[in-house]
C-alpha cells in the first residue's frame, strides 16, 4: 500500500501511529487482520446468542434447548435460529405455541415437572 493509502486507513489511531509512516503501516496491518478475524468470530459469537435466547425462552416453558430443537426438527419446522430468538423476544404466546409443538413432537419433552408457582401470602398486622 502506497503512503497516502496507509495514512487513510490510520486516520484516528493513537500517538505516531496516526502520521509517522512506518509505524501507521505496522497498525495499518494488525487492524486489517484483526478486522478479517473478527467479521468471522461475528458470525460465531450472534449464532451463541440466538441460542441463548432460545434457551432462556423454552426455560420458562421447562424445555431445554435441545430438546426443543430435536422437536422442531421432527415436525419439520424450518425456522433458523435468528429468527427462533427473535420470536422468543417478542412473540412470546407464539412462541409458547412452538415450544408445544415440540414438546408433543419428541417424548423427551413430556417428563418435565413444571416448578412451583409462588403464591404471595397476605400479612395482616
Excluded at 503512503?3 to 503501516?25: H, P, Q, S, T, Y
Excluded at 420458562?60 to 434447548?65: A, I
Aim: glycine share 4%; net charge positive; hydrophobic share 40%.
Amino acid at each position: 500500500m502506497n503512503k497516502k493509502k496507509v495514512l487513510e486507513l490510520a486516520k484516528g489511531f493513537r500517538g505516531r501511529a496516526k502520521n509517522c509512516i512506518r509505524i501507521a503501516r505496522e497498525r495499518v496491518e494488525k487492524a486489517l487482520q484483526y478486522s478479517y478475524r473478527d467479521r468471522r468470530n461475528k458470525k460465531r459469537d450472534m449464532r451463541s446468542l440466538w441460542i441463548q435466547r432460545i434457551n432462556a425462552g423454552t426455560r420458562l416453558h421447562s424445555v431445554n434447548y435441545g430438546n426443543f430443537m430435536h422437536g422442531l426438527m421432527k415436525e419439520n419446522i424450518q425456522l433458523n435460529r435468528k429468527v427462533l430468538s427473535e420470536i422468543s423476544m417478542h412473540e412470546p404466546l407464539s412462541f409458547k405455541a412452538l415450544v408445544d409443538i415440540s414438546r408433543d413432537a419428541f417424548p423427551g419433552n413430556k417428563n418435565v415437572v413444571q416448578a412451583p408457582k409462588k403464591v404471595a401470602v397476605p400479612v395482616s398486622v
